[in-house]
């Protein structure tokens, strides 16, 4: 149902993650999750939703807003 956003929000935070010189490894290091868990979210293909704690961890270490993280990802 929600498969597009997840792939759009997934993108963001590559994006971010890139931008911020971060690997996989690190990133899922600072923010507590396995690079297993970071790889499945950036690919879209996490089966449940990222929990707000998760997503607020991400945005946090990527020095950017979770605003920023979800603008514009709804179907249009």
């Known amino acids: 149902m929600f498969a597009l956003q997840y792939k759009k929000l997934g993108a ?19 923010v507590g999750i396995s690079p297993q868990y970071l790889s499945r979210i950036e690919n879209g293909n996490y089966p449940k939703s990222v929990s707000l704690s998760t997503l ?7 020095n950017v807003s979770i605003s920023k993280l979800l603008e514009d990802i709804e179907n249009k």
Request: aromatic share 8%; proline share 0%; no cysteine.
């Open 12 to 30: 963001r935070i590559v994006y971010y993650r890139k931008i911020n010189g971060l690997t996989q490894e690190k990133l899922a290091e600072e």
């Open 56 to 62: 607020m961890r991400i945005a946090e270490k990527l």
